[in-house]
């Protein structure tokens, strides 16, 4: 089959449907400074008592989409999207005791302007009663189907964590004094407030489904053969290398020789 790709030559031609990519953008986003919203009433007065906070780990647990079409600029929509990340934080009393892992959640707003084409169509499929969302215009009943939106992101980077102390009154002078708080001491309510800082790599794109024709070269034929396994767990062992690396890893100047070494074999 590969013979036949490189050849340039090709057995017949398809219609497929699949979603085609009208426009995209990458953003590599510094999101500073994100409140952290605690829903456990236990997580959260660990927060207003500790004496600062450690970043654990943050991920995307969530994305919101929405979108609107750009006045007088066909073809072109406003993309809303909203993040929310699961946050994980050590809250310290003081540098001598174990800290207390708390999780709460962070959300950011973003928008980006892209080109998703126009459609005026609705699909009805035996799955689906409509597939793609329609906007209709309540004044000439002009429908206008809205492309896909969609947001591809790794696991994004815990920059910074802090605890920041909102000005309210009579807030309590030994945050981590538990015994003695009272709760007309904090008459405006919290007092300490945790913030994030994050870095995000996404990419944001516009798609709608069309019918394309494209080459076909031959059907897809896996070359792995399906095997049934019946060694031993001894002798499955005795089939995997002795892990080297994990014992002595590769420091940087090795891994530079080794790139230069490999460049080299390259060139000749």
Known sequence: MSDMINKGCFKDAVCIETQRIFDSCQDKDCLEDLEVVFTDEDDRKTIEHSAFIKAKCVEVTNVTFSIDPVPFNKGFYAVDITYTFGVQLDAYCNASQIPTTVTGTASFPKKVILYGSEGCSKTFTSVDTIT?????????????????????????????????????????????????????????????????????????????????????????????????????????????????????????????????????????
Not at 156 to 162: G, Q, R, S, T, Y
Not at 193 to 212: D, E, K, Q
């Open 132 to 268: 793609e969302p329609e906007s209709m215009d309540p004044c000439c009943c002009k429908c206008t189907s809205l492309p896909k939106a969609s947001v591809s992101v790794v696991d994004p980077i815990i920059l910074d964590a802090k605890l920041l102390c909102k000005p309210v009154i009579n807030c309590k002078t030994n945050p981590c004094d538990f015994a003695t708080e009272k709760t007309h001491d904090r008459p405006q309510g919290k007092c300490k407030n945790a913030y994030v800082t994050i870095g995000l790599f996404s990419i944001v794109s516009l798609s709608r489904p069309v019918s394309m024709v494209v080459p076909v070269y031959d059907y897809c034929v896996p070359d792995k053969e399906c095997t049934s396994n019946t060694d031993s767990p001894c002798e499955l062992f005795e089939k995997i290398d002795f892990p080297v690396d994990e014992f002595f890893p590769r420091g940087i100047e090795n891994k530079d020789c080794c790139c230069s070494e490999k460049q080299d074999n390259d060139e000749n």
